[in-house]
Each structure stands twice: as C-alpha cells, then as structure tokens.
C-alpha cells in the first residue's frame, strides 16, 4: 500500500496506510462515525496488513474509551494527548501579542501544501510530523474545514486547519516556524481559527497536544482554552 485507503472488512472499515517516518510501520485509523471496532475485525485488519509487508501499526489518537477493543486485540499505549476546550465565550477581548511583524493569514492554496508540510516539519517531533497524506486526513476529517496559512513579508510561517461538525469545532492542526517564536504567529492563527468558528455559531472548539509540548499549552491557554478530564491515546503493537 502506497497511499492511505480504506479497507472494509465484513461490517468493519478502518483507514490503513504507511507511516509517515517508517514504510514498514501501518498507520490504522477509524472511519468517522462509525461503531467503534471489534476485537475479530481489528485482528483481521492486522493479519492483512502483515501480508502487505508491515512488521508494526501505530493507531491514530483514540478516545480512551475506543482503546478496549485495541488493547484486547494486543495494541498497547505508545502516547497520551491532553485535550483543551474553548467555549467560545471572551473573545472580544483577545487579541493576538506581536512584535511588531506584519502578520497576513490567507486561504492556503493547493501550492501552499509542500511549503506548509516544510514548517511542519520543522515545528514537530519526527514522530508528529505529517506528510501529505496526513494533512489531507486532517482538512478532511470534518463536514467543514478551513485551511489559513500565516505569512510574515510574503514568507509562510505557519498555518492550522480548523474543523467543524454541528456545533463543534476542531483546530486540528497548528503549525508555526521555530524561528518565528513570540512574534504572534501562532496566536493570530488560533484567533483566527476560534472566530470563524464563533462566527458559524460552534458552541466549543477542541484541540489536543503532547504532554510534554509547554509551550503549546501555554499558548492555548492564554487564549482562553482549558484542559478537560479527557485525554486521547495512540496505540501500537508489531505484527503478526
């Protein structure tokens, strides 16, 4: 498999592919509102994708009450997110800190990708990095979604996805250049983000980071967001 595709099997589909940083490793997925998956289903998946060639699977972040059937199929913790939530409530009085940069958020255009999954790149961890097919699953993970890139003197600097579903919103993914840090990249790019929702009349927006990712909480929470009880989990196992 060279591309992220989705395979059904019996009443169950999951969404398969290689993992960004290593061929040999699946990335498996859920299909969106579907029921969670069986313990059966989620080891045929596993014993098709070791005849396709992968020797492990890493799972998309997981509810931690979708992880029972993965844990009794064998998949065991390799991460935890922390996930924040915003109401939506405040946000008249927010503004975005600078240093004075001349901050312009535009719609990315499909050119924009490669340049966005550069400073993704440099923004993450290997093992959080998206590749292309990744940041796809991101715009499309919801009914509605918004892709901004942040640019400082015609250069792109950062840029989030935003989601939307009902009333509830996602920032699904943010991204800025390391050597932008406090020039109000991000904030402008979060703002953004929450206002366009507020203004589609979401009730909440959510957004996930690692545990260890400081300067990423700190952010979220000067900008009105506050962490929930909830948190997701990715999990792993080798095949066969």
């Not at 958020?105 to 924009?112: I, N, V």
């Not at 589609?200 to 990712?213: A, K, S």
């Not at 979220?220 to 929930?228: C, D, M, Q, S, V």
């Amino acid at each position: 498999m060279s591309t992220r595709q989705t395979v059904t099997l019996g009443s169950e589909r999951f969404r398969v592919g290689p993992w960004h940083a290593d061929p040999t490793v699946a990335y498996l997925a859920l299909v969106p509102e579907l029921p969670r998956p069986s313990v059966d289903g989620l080891r045929r998946c596993c014993e098709q994708l070791a005849e396709s060639g992968y020797t492990s699977i890493i799972t998309s972040a997981l509810h931690t009450d979708e992880s029972t059937p993965f844990r009794d199929a064998g998949f065991t913790e390799y991460d935890r997110l922390r996930v924040l939530a915003h109401d939506l409530r405040g946000l008249r009085g927010l503004a975005a800190p600078s240093d004075g940069s001349d901050i312009r958020l535009r719609r990315a255009r499909r050119r924009d990708h490669d340049t966005a999954l550069r400073v993704d790149g440099r923004a993450f961890p290997e093992f959080w990095r998206l590749d292309h097919a990744g940041l796809d699953e991101a715009v499309d993970a919801t009914p509605r979604s918004r892709f901004r890139v942040a640019e400082i003197d015609g250069e792109v600097v950062g840029y989030a996805v935003t989601g939307r579903a009902a009333d509830q919103g996602f920032l699904q993914r943010l991204a800025t250049e390391p050597t932008r840090t406090g020039q109000g990249v991000g904030s402008s790019l979060v703002l953004d983000a929450l206002r366009w929702a507020a203004r589609r009349r979401v009730r909440r927006m959510l957004v996930n980071t690692q545990f260890d990712n400081q300067r990423a909480l700190d952010l979220y929470g000067h900008l009105g967001f506050e962490l929930t009880p909830t948190d997701l989990v990715v999990m792993a196992r080798p095949i066969p």
